[in-house]
């Protein structure tokens, strides 16, 4: 079993709603098993063309899966949701899921890059990730609290997961 950290986050339609879809379907999808979830937080766009706001959370799970299996399944869970392609890099989205971590792995695959590349710069991971895990730190050893204070974007609780 792999300990694995997942982002989720939604700018249009039910933002709430679809991120909570995405934990359903997470936990539904077999070779995973959620043991903590972040709160929702509502927060400012990073990057990219100006948009709504986002709902953002994190999953810490264990998984069987290997991380390019998992990023399968969290590519097959955005189709199911709704998400569609676009060429607009960071653009608005019903449902976005990364593999924030992978264990303590460094994996640099076509298409998955573990640690996520931006985690330390932005608020909307960092915050509901240091949530359920205020200890957590990069396989290079360094607490991703020590990166909350340069981090960007601004992030305001919108409700409790449960």
């Not at 079993?1 to 339609?13: A, D, K, L, P, W």
């Not at 991120?19 to 997470?26: G, I, N, S």
């Not at 189709?79 to 924030?100: A, F, N, Q, T």
């Not at 359920?132 to 960007?152: F, M, N, Q, T, W």
């Amino acid at each position: 079993m792999m300990i694995t950290y997942i982002g989720i986050g939604s700018n249009v339609g039910n933002r709430s709603g679809f991120c909570r879809d995405a934990v359903a379907a997470l936990e539904e999808s077999g070779g995973l098993k959620i043991e903590a979830l972040s709160s929702l937080y509502e927060t400012t766009p990073v990057g990219g063309p100006p948009q709504r706001s986002f709902i953002n959370m994190v999953a810490r799970a264990f998984t069987e899966l290997e991380a390019s299996a998992l990023l399968k399944t969290c590519h097959m869970i955005e189709r199911r949701l709704g998400r569609e392609g676009s060429e607009i890099r960071w653009g608005p989205r019903v449902i976005d899921l990364d593999i924030l971590l992978y264990g303590e792995e460094s994996i640099d695959e076509l298409g998955l890059l573990v640690p996520h590349p931006r985690m330390r710069e932005r608020r909307f991971v960092l915050v509901p990730l240091l949530e359920i895990d205020p200890e957590v730190a990069g396989p290079d050893g360094v607490p991703y609290a020590d990166s909350l204070p340069g981090a960007e974007g601004e992030v305001k609780l919108a409700e409790p997961f449960s």
